[in-house]
């Protein structure tokens, strides 16, 4: 089993930062790759970024250029490094570590 928990949400303004962290637990040899989502309400959950096990990278088209995934394998952390926020941002942000889901941070980007 893998627990993720999520840290870092919160009240921002737009033009804002937060940098988002994902500890996880468990038995983590095996994990080959570790995703942001986010779901905004009454939306469906999206796939923000996501990161593997060689440490590429991947983001959706919308969040290119302002947002940053990275990992601390000795601390057993993800990140997102969030910048430039918008209010369509807003979202309660999930980490998950392969099939394995935290329960979410809130996120609002709102003046």
């Known amino acids: 089993q893998v627990q993720p928990v999520e840290f870092g949400g919160g009240l921002v303004q737009p033009g804002g930062s937060l940098r988002l962290s994902c500890y996880a637990s468990g038995s983590l040899f095996s994990i080959r790759v570790m995703a942001w989502y986010r779901q905004a309400p009454g939306k469906q959950r999206e796939l923000v970024a996501w990161i593997f096990t060689d440490s590429s990278t991947n983001y959706a088209d919308f969040v290119k250029g302002r947002f940053t995934i990275s990992r601390d394998n000795a601390k057993n952390t993800v990140y997102l490094q969030m910048n430039s926020l918008k209010p369509e941002d807003t979202a309660v942000y999930y980490c998950?570590?392969?099939?394995?889901w935290g329960r979410g941070t809130q996120v609002t980007v709102s003046s």
């Open positions: 998950s570590w392969d099939a394995f």
